[in-house]
């Protein structure tokens, strides 16, 4: 079955400091993964996108790795800010094929992040 | 600036009701989609268009309709036949099918009791 699994659920951090969140996937075929950051009652928006042959992919604070063999994905936030504070979503889709698998993304649940002053 | 807008940002029904939501994009995209998001799920595809006139079902369509008379509008209504409606509904749209981002409207937030 096609999954994304994202952890950690929450997490907390002081400003400044440094985090990591996770996405494992089963997506097979793969084309590619995308992260997105979803502030509170807004929509999500794309961080970065990753194909499967490209393993680091950065913008700005934010950088994004991926392990095509192992399926698992990390973003990586450095010096974090206030602004952060949002939830992070990983999405993996399938090849887009002639005809087919449109609409067919797979999102992970989701980390929220909290940065605190 | 081009963009997707959704109206209203909250609504409130009562059971039994049907009610539209408004989704308008001005990117010149293609592809347009309606997300259905929960406290702790991930999005869940409702409907997707790829052309004006054609529209497919995506996941959790049963008690949905849509349109899609226009290239920049694709309204959504909630029937009475959706038995658990209050969500946060989100608009997107891309250019292709490739790896064309999506574009995410604000969302409505809809409340039926």
């Known amino acids: 079955k096609n999954q994304v699994e994202q952890s950690p659920q929450s997490l907390i951090i002081l400003e400044g400091k440094n985090c990591t969140l996770q996405?494992?996937?089963?997506?097979?075929?793969?084309?590619?993964l995308r992260w997105y950051k979803q502030d509170t009652g807004r929509g999500p928006v794309s961080l970065t996108i990753m194909t499967f042959s490209e393993n680091t992919k950065s913008n700005g604070r934010y950088t994004a790795t991926l392990d095509a063999d192992t399926k698992q994905s990390s973003l990586h936030i450095t010096a974090s800010q206030l602004s952060d504070s949002a939830s992070y979503i990983c999405v993996v889709s399938p090849p887009s094929d002639r005809g087919s698998t449109l609409g067919r993304l797979y999102f992970g649940r989701g980390t929220q992040l909290t940065v605190w002053p | 600036d081009g963009g997707i807008t959704q109206s209203p940002k909250y609504l409130f029904r009562k059971e039994g009701q049907n009610v539209t939501l408004s989704c308008e994009q001005n990117l010149n995209h293609d592809a347009m989609y309606w997300y259905r998001q929960d406290p702790g799920q991930g999005l869940r595809l409702i409907y997707y268009s790829q052309i004006v006139n054609d529209f497919q079902k995506g996941d959790i369509a049963e008690g949905y309709s849509v349109s899609r008379e226009k290239k920049e509008s694709f309204p959504l209504t909630v029937t009475s036949a959706q038995k658990n409606p209050t969500a946060f509904y989100l608009c997107a749209s891309s250019r292709d099918r490739g790896n064309s981002p999506l574009h995410f409207g604000n969302g409505t937030r809809l409340t039926v009791t």
């Open positions: 996405c494992n996937y089963t997506v097979s075929p793969f084309s590619n």
